[in-house]
């Protein structure tokens, strides 16, 4: 046990001798590396050491008195006050362009219209004829059929009474009828043989037998078929009963 201990410190002194050697070779190396660097060089240029030599107090003075520079002179920068800067013109705008209206030209006052003269109407001149008609007129009747119509001539002077040679022009509904009885001279017949009130003179009849309703126009007519005396209507309904028309012409 003793014996071991010894061994295993030996071991341990031989280890520190061997690292101390180590560390000394080491060294060794560094230094030598450290001079190494500078073999074959120059020798070291030494720092001379500073001298102090003697100086008069005059030039001690001269030498202590610090050297005053002379001011630079500092340009001197001028402030100037900025300037208002004029603001430009403003442009006057220009006054806008008349717009062109329409004049109105005031209406002249209508002129006063002159009262047109109305000229007066002549009066149409009428046919001169050779007869008047003096009469026209329709009566009652129960002698006559239906649809028979009988119609009357008186056409006379006041001197010689009956004229002869004139008859009448007769249309129904605008359609001429035929008439062939002409008118007698001298002293008249009646229309009734009885007294009546509606007895008249008369010359000349005819009688048409045709549906009675309608305008029945009746004209004195002489011998030439010329018109000798106004025209005259009468409208008759279909049931009427005065189907007797008459007229009377006097001669102008």
Not at 71 to 92: I, Q, R
Not at 205 to 214: D, L, T
Not at 239 to 247: A, G, S
């Amino acid at each position: 046990m003793i014996q071991s201990n010894i061994v295993e410190l030996s071991m341990v002194q031989r280890g520190r001798q061997f690292a101390r050697s180590i560390a000394l070779i080491g060294l060794f190396l560094l230094v030598w590396a450290g001079s190494g660097c500078s073999f074959g060089r120059g020798a070291p240029t030494r720092t001379p050491v500073p001298t102090w030599t003697p100086t008069s107090i005059g030039q001690q003075a001269a030498v202590a008195a610090p050297v005053v520079e002379a001011p630079t002179a500092t340009p001197v920068v001028a402030v100037v006050a900025p300037t208002n800067t004029p603001e430009p013109p403003t442009a006057t705008p220009e006054p806008p362009t008349a717009v062109p209206t329409d004049t109105v030209v005031p209406e002249a006052p209508p002129a006063e219209e002159v009262p047109t003269e109305t000229p007066t109407p002549e009066a149409t001149p009428t046919a001169a004829f050779a007869f008047a008609l003096e009469a026209a007129e329709k009566f009652p009747t129960n002698s006559l059929a239906a649809n028979v119509v009988r119609i009357y001539l008186y056409a006379y002077s006041p001197a010689d009474l009956g004229l002869a040679g004139y008859t009448l022009q007769v249309l129904h509904n605008g359609a001429p009828l035929t008439v062939d009885e002409v008118s007698a001279a001298g002293a008249p017949e009646q229309t009734r043989t009885e007294p009546s009130p509606y007895t008249r003179f008369t010359n000349m009849s005819v009688v048409f037998v045709e549906p009675q309703a309608g305008r029945w126009e009746i004209q004195l007519i002489d011998g030439s078929r010329n018109p000798a005396g106004p025209a005259v209507a009468f409208d008759l309904t279909a049931d009427e009963l005065t189907r007797e028309l008459y007229v009377r012409y006097r001669q102008e």
